[in-house]
């Protein structure tokens, strides 16, 4: 089975940072977009940010726009998301998948991405 494996999640404080990786074992990641998303108890999951299979692409939302940066290093397969400035309304618990229908990100919704991993907990206390 293709999945994901997300990891670097934690408990921070306001203000703090996380980085978080996706990596893949069994397939290469740099043949697809890959999008960044989050899921808060009681929430819908939501995408928090995209970036295409080169990497030259970038896409968020607009209330992560400015702290959060997306990133790939195709050599080790992996593909970041840096968090900084986190608020506790950032705290969710943190997934990726990859794009199955573009190369570029284009639509965010989640039937548009597969191979979730199981998703990495963030908690941002005040």
């Known amino acids: 089975q293709v999945q994901l494996v997300e990891s670097g999640g934690g408990l921070v404080q306001s203000g703090g940072s996380l980085r978080l990786s996706c990596a893949a074992s069994?397939?290469?990641?740099?043949?697809?977009?890959i999008g960044w998303f989050r899921q808060a108890p009681g929430k819908e999951r939501e995408g928090v940010s995209c970036i295409n299979d080169s990497g030259g692409v970038t896409e968020y939302i607009d209330s992560v726009k400015g702290r959060f940066a997306i990133s790939r290093d195709n050599a080790r397969n992996t593909v970041y998301l840096q968090m900084n400035s986190l608020k506790p309304e950032d705290t969710a618990v943190y997934y990726c998948?990859?794009?199955?229908?573009?190369?570029?990100?284009?639509?965010?919704?989640?039937?548009?991405?597969?191979?979730w991993g199981q998703g990495t907990q963030v908690t941002v206390s005040s």
């Open positions: 069994r397939f290469n990641l740099d043949h697809y977009a």
């Open positions: 998948a990859i794009h199955i229908a573009s190369l570029n990100c284009g639509s965010w919704s989640t039937t548009d991405f597969g191979a």
